[in-house]
């Protein structure tokens, strides 16, 4: 099989495969954990407004050649309206001391607000090149049929929550059909999942942890994964995950705990 270390989007560009997750990163933890990920070869760093670790991860890609990384963060769902977006997203890019991000997400859809208002907003900033890519978070088929009605620059990624315990094949299919790369949240299960026997003797099986065989298992369905780590060594132990393979057999039944 093909290591998929990146995904072309819908756009054109491209996505890398693993990123590092940071909710719940604040602080001089975050700076730390987010510098030593980049020092070891993460190239993909996933925020939003709602973290609250913008100023925090700014501090960490400070110097860091930015062509190098793949910066995502998100607006927040109450700020959809036209000039929120513009606000919000000039405000994150002031907090993070760049002057683009290569991927900007609306994190939840807003029923209040027309999809073509924000996307309204998203499309100047992108003529503007303050953002690369459109993307959506915690979007459904449904959601994603209007938003493609009303689009102009490309949508080129949707997050979701998709694990092997909690994830919607006919949302991934939709996805890879209209060559939207879905990212995997919580693609750990926020660790709830790695004691679980079937992945567990997996993770025996190929001489992996229980950690790399949720994200090799994401890396094999077409997504891109990025768990979140506060430790140094798990930062390492994730990235493990490109140069092995889960049959088809195991993915199968991996496939199934959902
Ligand atoms: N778009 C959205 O609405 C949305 C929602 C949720 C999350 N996200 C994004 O997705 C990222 C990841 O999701 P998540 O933070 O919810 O959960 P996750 O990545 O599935 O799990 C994180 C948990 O797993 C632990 N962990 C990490 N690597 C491990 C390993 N190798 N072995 C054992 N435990 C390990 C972490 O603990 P330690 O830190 O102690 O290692 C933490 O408790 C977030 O950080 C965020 O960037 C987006």
């Known amino acids: 099989m093909v290591k998929p270390l990146d ?18 990163l604040k602080g001089a933890r975050c700076t730390a954990i987010v510098k030593r ?6 190239k993909h760093i996933d925020t939003a407004d709602m973290y609250g670790n913008h100023e925090e991860i700014g501090e960490a890609i400070k110097g860091v050649d930015r062509a190098s990384i793949f910066l995502v963060s998100k607006v927040r769902p109450n700020n959809l309206q036209y000039h929120s977006v513009i606000r919000d997203c000039n405000r994150n890019l002031r907090e993070l001391g760049t002057d683009y991000f290569d991927l900007y ?3 939840w859809p807003n029923k209040t607000v027309p999809i073509q208002e924000t996307l309204r907003a998203f ?53 890879h059909k209209q060559r939207i790369v879905v ?3 919580s693609p750990l ?3 709830r999942i790695l004691s679980h026997t079937t992945i567990q003797k997996m993770a025996k099986k190929y001489k992996h942890t229980s950690a790399q ?4 298992w994401g890396l094999q369905k077409g997504v891109v994964v990025i768990p979140k780590t506060q430790s140094k060594a798990r ?8 140069n092995w393979e889960i049959s088809q057999e195991d993915m199968k039944r991996l496939d199934s705990l959902t």
């Open 235 to 242: 930062l390492i132990e994730n990235m493990d995950i490109f």
């Open 123 to 175: 499309n100047e900033l992108v003529d503007e090149g303050k953002i690369k890519s459109i993307g959506v978070s915690n979007f459904t088929i449904h959601h994603l049929n209007d938003a493609l009605r009303a689009e102009y620059h490309p949508i080129s990624n949707n997050q979701v929550r998709f694990h092997p315990y909690d994830h919607d094949p006919s949302l991934l299919k939709y996805c």
């Open 189 to 191: 299960g926020k660790a």
């Open 105 to 107: 997400l609306i994190h």
């Open 7 to 24: 995904y072309e989007m819908r756009d054109g560009y491209r996505i890398p495969a693993l990123g590092l997750g940071t909710w719940m």
């Open 37 to 42: 990920a980049i020092e070891l070869g993460y």
């Open 213 to 216: 065989i949720c994200l090799r």
């Open 183 to 185: 990212t995997a949240y």
